[in-house]
């Protein structure tokens, strides 16, 4: 059976539905230039103000702070990833040594289960018992 063409509305259709996506992503490029030319500018500014440029200066007094506060950000994230692995550390050995703690007891007790069982088969069989 042959099949029917569609029609020329569905492929005008799809023609605008892709035309608009192009469009979007055009406005989204665009935008996300915008972003990065803001954020230089942003960079440069701060990095002029820091260097003495443009009339605007840090004195001294700020330079010495960032060069105190910069290291310490750097050790404070540098400790929460170092507690966060040793603290998964830690749980998995928890983990682990509860449950080798639980085979060990569950084998204690298959142990004392066969020798009560032993036991009462042997007093069971013993006739000078009763």
Do not use: C, H
Request: hydrophobic share 45%; no cysteine.
């Amino acid at each position: 059976m042959p099949r029917k063409k569609n029609s020329g509305s569905s492929d005008g259709k799809i023609l605008a539905i892709l035309k608009k996506i192009g469009s979007f992503f055009v406005f989204l490029k665009d935008k996300i230039v915008d972003f990065f030319v803001f954020l230089k500018d942003k960079i440069v500014d701060i990095w002029d103000a820091f260097m003495g440029k443009n009339g605007r200066k840090f004195g001294i007094r700020y330079k010495i702070l960032l060069g105190f506060i910069i290291p310490i950000i750097f050790i404070t994230v540098g400790g929460f990833a170092s507690y966060s692995k040793a603290k998964q550390g830690m749980r998995d050995r928890y983990e682990k040594s509860t449950l080798e703690t639980i085979k060990m007891m569950s084998s204690q007790m298959d142990i004392v289960s066969k020798f009560i069982v032993s036991e009462s088969a042997k007093f069971a069989a013993d006739q000078d018992l009763v």
